[in-house]
Nanobody
């Protein structure tokens, strides 16, 4: 099970830190990722980190503003979001991919419940 948290309302230019807690099993050997879905739009990839934490990929729209990290001791993955923009408003989901590596498409084996991020202008 994956459970995302940390969403909320923030002003344009603000920051939020999302967390995804895993339970029921260890995801230390999985690539972990974040996706988002804005109202009326398809779910899109945001960021992913490989099992070792040594490589990460980002969507062009968030590069330089978002940072993904993982703490396998706590079985969590985080997404630090800085310089938020209204277009970042969406429900954010965490996911796990048993075979993900940098440069490849993230094919989730597990999805968590989402957390809503709203950025006001």
């Amino acid at each position: 099970q994956l459970q995302a948290s940390g969403g909320g309302l923030v002003q344009d230019g603000g920051s939020l830190r999302l967390s995804c807690a895993a339970s029921g099993r260890s995801f230390s050997s999985y690539g972990m990722g974040w996706f988002r879905q804005a109202q009326g739009k398809e779910r899109e990839f945001v960021a992913a980190i490989n099992w070792s934490g040594r490589s990460a990929d980002y969507a062009d729209s968030v590069k330089g503003r978002f940072t993904i990290s993982r703490d396998d001791a706590k079985n969590t993955v985080s997404l630090q979001m800085n310089s938020l923009k209204p277009e970042d408003t969406a429900v954010y989901y965490c996911a796990a991919d048993a075979a993900w590596m940098s440069g490849s498409k993230f094919r989730s084996n597990y999805w968590g419940q989402g957390t809503l991020v709203t950025v006001s202008s």
